[in-house]
């Protein structure tokens, strides 16, 4: 016996929202994610971030225990937890960000953050829209660790 299969194309797992799909005030939270020694050592071997407070466990200068990881490596991590949940496939440029870092984040700490969009502009052409949003970053104890404002253009849901 043979079973008729839809033809209809099939929803793409992990495509982002098309500026259409999005809302003032609409609110998301991404995953969570662990920041570990590995992370901090592979970002400031790759970029070049070689301060002390970053390469050196013994320097006691800083107010911060623990191993601290730098600002834009948890800008980062965030950043990717939210190209794989929200505009993957659907992000044409990042235009603006303004950042605000609130408290240390550290190796062992867990990370995630909240969005809520705060504008949505169409564009005079191309079916695509500037879309801010304010994001929010916690640590696992809910504790503020970092605030920023991104600006993007994301595309239209095709014609």
């Known amino acids: 016996m043979t079973q008729d299969r839809d033809t209809s194309p099939a929803i793409q797992l992990g495509q982002g ?5 999005l809302t003032v005030g609409q609110r998301f939270q991404t995953f969570r994610r662990t920041v570990t020694e590995t992370d901090i050592v592979n970002f400031i071997s790759v970029t070049g971030m070689l301060e002390t407070i970053f390469i ?3 320097y006691t200068h800083g107010a911060i225990q623990g191993r601290p990881a ?3 490596l948890t800008y980062g991590l965030i950043e990717g937890l939210i190209m794989q949940g929200m505009v993957q496939g659907t992000g044409l440029a990042l235009l603006e960000v303004h950042k605000k870092m609130i408290a240390p984040v550290v190796a062992g700490d867990t990370i995630w953050a909240e969005i809520e969009v705060t504008g949505v502009r169409p564009t005079s052409q191309h079916n695509r829209a500037v879309v ?4 929010d970053v916690r640590n696992q104890h ?7 404002t991104a600006v993007r253009m994301l595309a239209g849901r095709p014609r």
């Open 17 to 21: 929202f098309y500026w259409q799909d």
């Open 56 to 58: 050196d466990a013994t």
């Open 70 to 72: 730098p600002g834009a």
């Open 132 to 135: 801010t949003s304010a994001i």
């Open 142 to 148: 809910g504790k503020p660790v970092m605030a920023y």
